[in-house]
């Protein structure tokens, strides 16, 4: 795909939605870093229920740790895997309050020393929490980048720095966020949407979902001739 029209399908998507932004909800980069943790292999909805009633007693490393394991894992037993991801945020505050003064660090390298934070995560508290220009890539923006041809790439990696190189630098920042939504709700896995894709002239996946007709009209008459004879006779 070429830079015009990589150029046009950012614009597009920013027009359409100027202020793009996770749908986790949060108040402070803890609280994100803790929501993105819960979130891997969960919804954004089962986790946004779990911490809205968590962070109402606990929204820091000092006082997630308090709780400990057990603690935690009431609040968050609805989302998969909570066993595993409740140990994960206790040692993760653990080292924040030990290490990083109970502050969430700015940088990648410490970030993925967190337990149950890997590249993605750090890059979504990088560019979320902290403005970096870095992309995270999940399911939804690996498919968008190879079924639309925009950064074609046969793992998350290789399509990440696909991204970084052929996107627009004033786009940067929000293109993580453009992405997943566009791959959320528009170019989902099975069916997309292609009919009411504000970059379907642009995209270059070949086998488009058609526009869905609509079934033609009949008259009651030809789909219930009994009915029409009937009534024919009462006439005569």
Same mark, same amino acid.
């Given at each position: ?22 749908? *986790? ?7 994100? *870093? ?6 891997? +292999? ?29 603690? *935690? ?29 109970? +502050? ?45 041809? *925009? ?62 007709? +609509? ?22």
């Amino acid at each position: 795909m070429n830079r015009k029209k990589i150029s046009a399908i950012f614009e597009r998507l920013k027009a359409a939605n100027p202020k793009p932004t996770t749908e *986790l909800e949060y108040s402070t980069p803890f609280e994100l *870093l803790i929501a993105v943790i819960l979130s891997a +292999q969960a919804t954004d909805k089962s986790v946004n229920l779990a911490t809205r009633e968590l962070y109402k007693h606990a929204n820091t490393p000092q006082a997630i740790l308090a709780l400990g394991v057990e603690g *935690l894992s009431r609040y968050i037993k609805t989302i998969g895997l909570f066993n595993t991801k409740a140990k994960n945020v206790i040692a993760t505050c653990k080292i924040l309050v030990e290490q990083h003064g109970g +502050q969430v660090p700015e940088s990648r390298e410490a970030l993925e020393a967190l337990p149950g934070v890997g590249r993605k995560t750090a890059n979504v508290i990088l560019n979320t929490a902290f403005g970096h220009p870095t992309i995270a890539v999940d399911t939804h923006i690996f498919r968008v980048s190879n079924r639309t041809g *925009l950064a074609p790439g046969d793992n998350v990696r290789m399509v990440e720095d696909h991204l970084l190189k052929v996107v627009p630098p004033k786009y940067a920042h929000d293109a993580h966020h453009w992405l997943i939504l566009h791959g959320r709700y528009t170019c989902i896995a099975r069916k997309p949407k292609c009919p009411e894709c504000v970059i379907l002239d642009l995209c270059e996946y070949e086998a488009k979902t058609p526009p869905e007709t +609509q079934p033609e009209k009949r008259s009651i008459f030809a789909t219930k001739p009994k009915l029409a004879r009937k009534l024919g006779k009462k006439r005569a």
